[in-house]
């Protein structure tokens, strides 16, 4: 917002536009912050509450008249059905929330939970064990196969297809330039898979009564269940505290050399993107899944947690010193896998273009007419766009 | 796609009829064309405005910054005309008949 409203009211102003979809706000906020601004009173810091209301309802109104109908949008939801493709704008806010990935994990949840507890109805007794799988394997998924789900709908959602009109949400596909995490992001990122890690490995290491085994029987390899004893417990702590020191040492002599010489190459091809809101779903469903992973099978959780103590308490100050470095611009990794291959001393490697999908409005102008194969090709290309800049 | 007219969504067509106007300027402009009883929350201008707009009634024609203030301008389409002056003969020809049917009786008085 520009300097002629107060800050103080405009962020008032912002959390009651919060009734609104994220592409209604992206492009009116300004416009009606300053309607607000002048209807206000001299020297309002914040919104009053009638007007706020007004807004509430008013947001939430425009919600719903832009919402596809009900058959539609449970079509959408359950079985991934195109919507009418005057609703893609709606559908490119849905597919772009960061709640997105959960909402298809509810559904997916919703559909075999309603399917395993049908046998209740016959008086078989309700499969609670299945949640203890369930849950862990679909936050697993969330953070696995979040991005995959997001593409696909925006395939099936967007994409203009022949004979209907280009709207600003529409999509094309196209090869882009490949998206890497931006090296302050994924630093963060990874200090909290390390320090999670760490706090979960140490709860279990401290509190597991019994851990795996491995007996070796001739040919055979037997997992066994063997008591936690103090020295086991004792060992595990002592493993990180090693690989705490072994961080110490690697950072103070090795991260600070090796990012400093690494020699980064072109990236004509390369973007570089924060991990977002959507990263940071993945990022938590990734962390949530494995905890719960090892409230399932707590034996082999605490076997694990031996090494991965040990790694995950290596790492911290391997972390610490590279986010040191990356922030005094003292080395010329700019994303997560830079700072991966300058630590591993490995060469950097450019990225090739990858597929992915093209704003449509960038190829003809909104509100034109996609042709038809046959159709005379493209009368009215939009100004500055991919065709005119090609011609 | 046609759109159902109601008192407010036709103030703001008749604030727009003369020049465009942006958002506040609506605001003012309806007051004023309904003698200080209609005052349109921003909230409401909106959803009518983008209705207008949906409906092919109103269009942007522009935005100019003020004091460091978005101003977005808004006018009225041809469409827009048409379906204004078509509710305001609505209007006039339902006045004249309410003016023929009060004229033709007296006030009740209490009994």
């Known amino acids: 917002m520009g300097p002629g409203v107060d800050p103080a009211f405009a962020r008032s102003v912002g959390?009651?536009?919060?009734?609104?979809?994220?592409?209604?706000?992206?492009?009116?906020?300004?416009?009606?912050?300053?309607?607000?601004?002048?209807?206000?009173?001299?020297?309002?810091?914040?919104?009053?509450?009638?007007?706020?209301?007004?807004?509430?309802?008013?947001?939430?109104?425009?919600?719903?008249?832009?919402?596809?109908?009900?058959?539609?949008?449970?079509?959408?939801?359950?079985?991934?059905?195109?919507?009418?493709?005057?609703?893609?704008?709606?559908?490119?806010?849905?597919?772009?929330?960061?709640?997105f990935v959960v909402r298809r994990w509810l559904v997916a949840f919703a559909a075999v939970g309603a399917i395993a507890w049908l046998p209740v109805l016959g008086g078989d007794p309700p499969p609670v064990g299945l949640l203890t799988w369930w849950a862990p394997a679909m936050l697993l998924g969330?953070?696995?196969?979040?991005?995959?789900?997001?593409?696909?709908?925006?395939?099936?959602?967007?994409?203009?297809?022949?004979?209907?009109?280009?709207?600003?949400?529409?999509?094309?596909?196209?090869?882009?330039?490949?998206?890497?995490?931006?090296?302050?992001?994924?630093?963060?990122?990874?200090?909290?898979?390390?320090?999670?890690?760490?706090?979960?490995?140490?709860?279990?290491?401290?509190?597991?009564?019994?851990?795996?085994?491995?007996?070796?029987?001739?040919?055979?390899?037997?997992?066994?269940?063997?008591?936690?004893?103090a020295g086991a417990r004792a060992l595990g702590f002592g493993l990180a505290a090693l690989g705490v020191l072994a961080g110490v040492a690697l950072a103070r002599w090795a991260v600070g050399t090796r990012l400093r010489?690494?020699?980064?190459?072109?990236?004509?091809?390369?973007?570089?993107?924060?991990?977002?809101?959507?990263?940071?779903?993945?990022?938590?469903?990734?962390?949530?899944?494995?905890?719960?992973?090892?409230?399932?099978?707590?034996?082999?959780?605490?076997?694990?947690?031996?090494?991965?103590?040990?790694?995950?308490?290596?790492?911290?100050?391997?972390?610490?010193a590279t986010r040191r470095v990356v922030a005094a611009g003292g080395t010329g990794a700019v994303s997560g896998v830079d700072v991966v291959r300058a630590l591993r001393r490995q060469a950097d490697r450019a990225d090739t273009a990858v597929d992915g999908y093209l704003p449509a409005a960038d190829w003809l102008r909104v509100g034109t007419v996609v042709p038809r194969p046959g159709d005379p090709v493209l009368a009215d290309p939009a100004p500055g766009g991919a065709v005119e800049r090609r011609r | 796609m046609a759109m159902r007219l109601t008192e407010q969504a036709y103030l703001v067509l008749l604030a727009l009829a003369d020049e465009p106007r942006h958002g506040y300027g609506v605001v003012q402009e309806v007051r004023g064309l309904s003698g200080g009883a209609v005052r349109l929350g921003a909230g409401t201008l909106y959803g009518i405005l983008d209705r207008l707009v949906a409906a092919g009634y109103a269009e942007g024609s522009g935005e100019v910054v003020v004091d460091g203030r978005l101003r977005r301008y808004y006018r009225l389409t041809p469409e827009g005309h048409d379906a204004l002056t078509a509710e305001t003969a609505r209007l006039t020809a339902l006045t004249r008949r309410a003016d023929r049917l009060l004229g033709g009786i007296t006030r009740p008085g209490i009994a």
């Open chain 1, 142 to 229: 969330i953070a696995a196969l979040g991005g995959h789900w997001r593409t696909r709908m925006v395939a099936r959602q967007l994409v203009v297809q022949p004979g209907e009109r280009v709207t600003p949400s529409g999509r094309i596909p196209g090869v882009v330039a490949r998206p890497r995490i931006e090296a302050r992001s994924w630093l963060a990122a990874a200090r909290v898979v390390a320090l999670t890690v760490l706090a979960l490995c140490a709860v279990v290491l401290a509190t597991a009564p019994h851990r795996a085994g491995v007996v070796l029987d001739r040919a055979e390899v037997q997992l066994t269940s063997v008591p936690m004893s």
């Open chain 1, 261 to 320: 010489t690494w020699r980064p190459v072109p990236q004509p091809y390369r973007w570089v993107v924060p991990l977002g809101p959507h990263g940071r779903t993945r990022l938590a469903a990734g962390i949530g899944g494995g905890a719960l992973l090892a409230l399932a099978v707590p034996e082999l959780a605490a076997l694990l947690a031996f090494p991965l103590a040990t790694v995950a308490a290596g790492a911290l100050p391997v972390l610490a």
């Open chain 1, 15 to 99: 959390r009651w536009l919060r009734a609104y979809p994220r592409r209604w706000r992206a492009t009116r906020s300004d416009e009606i912050t300053a309607v607000l601004a002048d209807l206000a009173p001299a020297g309002a810091r914040r919104l009053d509450l009638r007007s706020g209301l007004g807004l509430l309802g008013a947001g939430w109104a425009t919600r719903w008249r832009e919402h596809p109908p009900l058959l539609a949008y449970l079509g959408y939801v359950a079985l991934e059905l195109r919507l009418d493709p005057r609703y893609r704008d709606w559908a490119r806010d849905d597919i772009e929330g960061p709640w």
